[in-house]
């Protein structure tokens, strides 16, 4: 060790020895020199008000140009600093704009029973809706009641059916969407039907998803306002029923306007139409952007495994997955992710128990730039206005009562009428944008060192080198000089030596 830094040592000393021997050649400048070189760098300098100070005889004048100069220089730092304190405050400006297009993406609509389950299944297993609570509770945080009434039959169930798959019966034994329940299909003009929506679970089980961004309706645009999808459902009340102990006491359909590349969240963003109704929805397109970090809280850098947009939604059910997987060993079929699904008593011993610790300890967190799912950069929304109108009309009932060889009073209880189109053919864009960009913070600071002092850029270079020069002069003085005259005025030792011994003799 000792002998890899005597090296090291010995080639810094001859840098240094080096770069002293490099200034010991250059001549150091003489007094009046440097004040020759510091009245051309007055008289000459960019620098505004400086050469008054110097070319002016009177003292009087000197003095006044030496208070303006100075205060102007105090002026220009105060105004410098105030724009970088609010240049490092991150602000931002909100701009609304609007396009007028010609054509227009028609988004995706996903449509539930509020009756979950089929009446004969649920007969049979009257426990799958206290089941269904447990398994779904893996979208919404939500307290399993231990005095449920069904609850001790649940454990009872769960001991003895320890196969029993819960995706299997709720797909075979939820709603479905057939000929039977989906009466009339119109996506501007052109019919459609059943094989054109796609099979989602979501807490109300079985839902489907008009114009899924994998399905070959995505790439339909709507031309014309006014005109969109129209869809007559059959809720069948007497086949479809749920438990009105868990707060499902409605009949009809709920549905929810998204994204086609994002994943429906019904929870707080459905519409409901109850049956006997004609539902009007007009929906506009809404984009916003967000700045990234710190100017907002969105972060571009994340990505998500399971999903090919980024939304705040798709990354809470992935930070889900991953806690869960990694305490219990499997995946629940409601969350993304390849893995082993979890049965019915995993569900209540382990994933339950983990979704409350992610709860409390606050895993899975959104909003923020810090949080385990920050807001997108980029998100379209579809914000709507709903209207009703009872349905049928007394002639449209008669109607319907001889086409669907239903009574009246059936097609009054099961029918419901949704007809969702755009308003206008245009969207709306919300962008979070950067209040001062670099190139305007410069613009500004360059602003104030004109206005004030008249001075550009190069006046700066000037200014560094003329500060570098007296920098470097002094430190040949220091360095080079000084040492070399002390040395010179210390009297040799040898002559000192002599003396000594003459006056001892």
Known sequence: MEQTEKPKASAEKGLLEKIKLCLSKKPLPSPTDRKTFDHDFAISTSFHGVHNIVRNQSKIRKLLWLLVVLGSVLL???QIYSRLVNYFTWPTTTSIEVQYVEKIDFPAVTFCNLNRFQTEAAAKFGVIFFLWNIVYKVLHFQE???NYTGFKEAIDFLASHQNFSITEFVKENGFYLNNSTLLECDFFGKPCGP???AHVFTEYGNCFTFNHGEHIQAKEKVSVSGRGLSLLFNVNQED?????????VDAGIIFVIHSPKKV?????LGLSSPVGMHARVSIRQVKTVHQEYPWGECNPNI???????????????ECKAQHIQEQCGCLPFLLPGNGIECDLQKFYNCVSPT???????GLCTMGTHNSSCPVPCEETEYPATISYSTFPSQKALKYLSKKLNQSQEYIRENLVNIEINYSDLNYKITQQQKAVSVSELLADVGGQLGLFCGASMITIIEIIEYIFTNFYWICILFLLKIPEMTQGARPPQPHLGKKNRIEEC
């Open 264 to 268: 429906p969240q019904i929870d707080g």
């Open 240 to 248: 479809f029923t749920d438990d009105p102990d868990l707060g499902f």
């Open 195 to 197: 094989q054109d929506f």
């Open 355 to 361: 979704l409350d610790l992610i709860e409390v300890k």
């Open 76 to 78: 220009v730092v105060w």
């Open 303 to 317: 990505k998500l495994q399971n999903f090919s947009t980024y939304s705040t939604s798709g990354c809470l059910k």
């Open 144 to 146: 399993i009641r231990s």
